[in-house]
């Protein structure tokens, strides 16, 4: 009778272990999407967000040697990772060797060889939200505090990271909730939000001297800010939120010779990717009064700072995007990526547009796509 229990228990396991495994292991799948080219670019990694408390972050990956886009490649690569990549994907970056993905929910920063996505190294950081690499470091913005609205929230943190040991070796503290950030003339400009503590935003950027490792100076921008951009002629790009309502959106222009706003462009923006010497913007603007979002595109001259184009696609295809979420422009070729979140609980897509506008292709991405990390050709 103990033996019959014994045989019993191992095969209930057997299936328990089974089960478990088609819960949180799920194969990739891969679409042709084009002809191959060779470009200079192999390609790039999307990593999809997953509606937060569903575990669903999940890592996409196009090789356009091959004209293949790969969809959820984590999971199958990294087999032995419980709970794959985790909860909310919010930023994915190649910097040197490595793809560092941060898993904001879960609390790390997932670090993969760039070659293949298979897992090297984890870093625990509170509520981090975006990560920056400069010299034998990168850097990670971080929330500090739990995942939740609250008028006492702390201040936010900076965390350094060594490369090559994958440890934290240093942290500053910043502004409320601090999001993007990028680096310049020997500093890190990091955009604070506050966004925990609405209706009392924060409205500063705060420079890091990189040497010393404290913050040094807080720029007053505006409420509620996300977005930080650095163009080729030096100047930096800032974007707030607003508060949607009575406080519309708008970009800001910082001057990193004297740490000031210099310009404010009134138009209307979500996320930008800077191409030479454009702006390429789309905008959900969101009025809570009205019950009611305003979609746009447009680009931006970064000389001149005018807007000299609002219909970044022309035939008529953007009326396929319910909402968009991600926006790229491909380094060499000029053509653009612009993701949609749909309905934000059941799979994405991601639209290819030749540099004319043109759809060139659409492709289905896992839930809430959101931002791209090219892969050039070594």
């Not at 790969?70 to 190649?94: F, S, T």
């Not at 409320?176 to 955009?191: C, F, H, L, R, T």
């Not at 506050?194 to 720029?219: C, H, M, Q, W």
């Amino acid at each position: 009778m103990r033996a019959s229990v014994l045989i019993l228990s191992i095969i209930s396991f057997a299936v328990l272990t089974g089960c478990r495994e088609d819960i949180y292991i799920h194969p990739s799948t891969s679409t042709e999407v084009e002809s191959p080219r060779i470009t200079g670019v192999d390609g790039f990694y999307l990593i999809n967000e997953g509606n937060m408390g569903s575990n669903k972050a999940t890592l996409d990956y196009f090789d356009e040697t091959q004209g293949v886009y790969h969809r959820n490649i984590y999971a199958e690569r990294n087999p032995n990772v419980v709970k794959e990549l985790g909860d909310v994907g919010n930023d994915v970056e190649i910097y040197g060797s490595k793809l560092y993905a941060v898993i904001n929910c879960s609390h790390k920063v997932e670090v993969m060889r760039a070659t293949d996505a298979v897992s090297v190294a984890r870093i625990d950081i509170p509520n981090c939200r975006y990560v920056i690499g400069y010299g034998p470091h990168v850097y990670v913005s971080s929330y500090v505090s739990p995942v939740q609205d609250d008028p006492k929230a702390p201040l936010g943190a900076i965390f350094k990271v060594d490369t090559a040991s994958m440890k934290i070796v240093d942290r500053v503290d910043v502004g409320y909730q601090p999001e993007e950030m990028v680096i310049s003339n020997g500093k890190i400009y990091i955009a604070n939000s506050g966004g925990y503590r609405a209706p009392n935003y924060d409205r500063t950027v705060s420079v890091v001297d990189l040497n010393t490792f404290e913050v040094i100076k807080d720029i007053d921008v505006a409420i509620n800010l996300h977005r930080v951009k650095r163009h080729k002629n030096g100047m930096i790009y800032v974007s707030s939120r607003g508060d949607n309502a009575l406080v519309p959106s708008s970009l800001y222009v910082i001057d990193p010779s004297i740490d000031k706003v210099v310009a404010e462009i009134n138009t209307p923006i979500s996320d930008m990717w800077i191409h030479g010497d454009s702006a390429y913007i789309y905008a959900s603007a969101r009025n809570e009064a009205m019950h009611s979002t305003t979609i746009s595109y447009s680009i931006l001259d970064l000389n001149t700072l005018r807007v000299v184009d609002d219909k970044i696609i022309k035939d008529g295809t953007d009326a396929n995007i319910k909402m968009p979420h991600g926006i790229a422009v491909h380094p060499i070729t000029g053509e653009i990526y612009i993701t949609d979140a749909r309905n934000y609980v059941s799979s994405g897509r991601i639209h290819c547009y030749t540099p004319d506008g043109i759809l060139k292709w659409t492709q289905t991405t896992g839930e809430i796509p959101s931002q791209f990390a090219f892969k050039t050709t070594h």
